[in-house]
Every structure is written in structure tokens, then in C-alpha cells.
T-cell receptor, first 115, second 114 residues
Framework: AQSVAQPEDQVNVAEGNPLTVKCTYS??????LFWYVQYPNRGLQFLLK??????LVKGSYGFEAEFNKSQTSFHLKKPSALVSDSALYFC?????????????FGTGTKLQVIP | KAGVTQTPRYLIKTRGQQVTLSCSPI?????VSWYQQTPGQGLQFLFE???????NKGNFPGRFSGRQFSNSRSEMNVSTLELGDSALYLC?????????????FGPGTRLTVL
């Protein structure tokens, strides 16, 4: 089975500093990886995905993620953190094909951006 | 277009009771998936329905069941509630033929079991 791991329950970063939220994956075959964000009292929102191609993937709200095959990692990054980025972030991997796809999520990392 | 709606938003039940949660997908979406979110486990996939048929299933006990109606609205039922069932239950819908990366999530139903 495919899986992802988020080793940090919480990440604290000062506003304006670069941020990184870590994710490692364990998949057989080519990985289809995603990042989602959950703001307080709001639904989960898709941020970005990696399927194939460039190892640096750009997404919404200025976020990007770096895919590293040798380290089996897919870390989420942003050059300059905003207080409004404070939220819960989930790394995820797609399993299955066609109409039988499903998403397996990590346990989530709470990002706290300190003013 | 209205987003995914879930009712009720909050629910308090006691152990042994059963509960039914409802999800209305975005108009035109025929796939509805359900997830359980808890602080320690993150989001765990429960099941997916498409055209009134369960298409995919996660690793949850039989106390968790669901169904989908002809208008694509879906319900999830949990019988004989346990304290560990306290969680945020999210549903998501996606258009036919779209990948899971294009699923849209509702705000969730917060279930508390006392």
C-alpha cells in the first residue's frame, strides 16, 4: 500500500521567514503526490500535485513543493511565510487508477506563523 | 455554483447510539467520498460512492456504512457509537472522469461521542 509520513506535528516559523513542511513517501511505482491545506473551520483545499516532470512543483498561494526521488521526500515550501498561512497541512498520495482512485493522507502538520 | 454541503455541522451523541450524516455534492458531481479526521490519525478514507454504488472502501469496521441516492446526495451511518468515533467527518465530491486531486471538500460534521 502507498503511504506518506509527516514527521512533524507542528512547525513554527516567524512571519517573513521561509517555511518548510516535511513529507516522505513510500510507494510502489510512480508516485502521485499532493498537498492540501485546511484553514480553521473551513474545508480541505487542494494546494498542488506532483505526477511527473519537474521536481519543483508550484501551487496556490505562493506554495511550492520539491520532489526528491532519492530521499523519497515531497516537502512543501514557501519563500516568505504569512500569518495567514497558519493552518493544518496534509501530504497525500494517490492509490488506484481510473475510477477506483483514492487518496491516502498523512497525519497532518500544524503550521504556526508568528507575527 | 454552490459548494459541498454537510449537515449537521455539529452533533453530540452517546455511546451505543447511531448517527446519520448527510452530504450534498456540487451539482453535477456523481462521486462522493467520505473521510474521518482525528488529531492522531489525520484523514482516513472511509468509502466512495458513484452512481449509487460503493466503488471503493477503506479499512473501517462494518459499523460504518453509507449510501448514495439518485440525486447523488450521500449519507453515512455509524451504528453502536464508540468514544473513538469522535471525529470530524468530511465528504468530498468530484466530477465524473476527474482525478482525486480535483475533489472538493465540504466543511465537515463534527461528531462528539460522550
Amino acid at each position: 500500500a502507498q503511504s506518506v509520513a509527516q514527521p512533524e506535528d507542528q512547525v513554527n516559523v516567524a512571519e517573513g521567514n521561509p517555511l518548510t513542511v516535511k513529507c516522505t513517501y513510500s510507494v510502489s511505482g510512480n508516485p502521485y503526490l499532493f498537498w492540501y491545506v485546511q484553514y480553521p473551520n473551513r474545508g480541505l483545499q487542494f494546494l498542488l500535485k506532483y505526477i511527473t516532470g519537474d521536481n519543483l512543483v508550484k501551487g496556490s498561494y505562493g506554495f511550492e513543493a520539491e520532489f526528491n526521488k532519492s530521499q523519497t521526500s515531497f516537502h512543501l515550501k514557501k519563500p516568505s511565510a504569512l500569518v495567514s498561512d497558519s493552518a493544518l497541512y496534509f501530504c497525500a498520495v494517490r492509490e488506484g487508477r481510473g475510477g477506483y482512485q483514492k487518496v491516502t493522507f498523512g497525519t497532518g502538520t500544524k503550521l504556526q506563523v508568528i507575527p | 455554483k454552490a459548494g459541498v454541503t454537510q449537515t449537521p455541522r455539529y452533533l453530540i451523541k452517546t455511546r451505543g447510539q447511531q448517527v446519520t450524516l448527510s452530504c450534498s455534492p456540487i451539482s453535477g458531481h456523481r462521486s462522493v467520498s467520505w473521510y474521518q479526521q482525528t488529531p492522531g490519525q489525520g484523514l482516513q478514507f472511509l468509502f466512495e460512492y458513484f452512481s449509487e454504488t460503493q466503488r471503493n472502501k477503506g479499512n473501517f469496521p462494518g459499523r460504518f456504512s453509507g449510501r448514495q441516492f439518485s440525486n447523488s446526495r450521500s449519507e453515512m451511518n455509524v451504528s453502536t457509537l464508540e468514544l473513538g468515533d469522535s471525529a470530524l467527518y468530511l465528504c468530498a465530491s468530484r466530477p465524473q472522469g476527474a482525478g482525486v486531486d480535483t475533489q472538493y471538500f465540504g466543511p465537515g460534521t463534527r461528531l462528539t461521542v460522550l
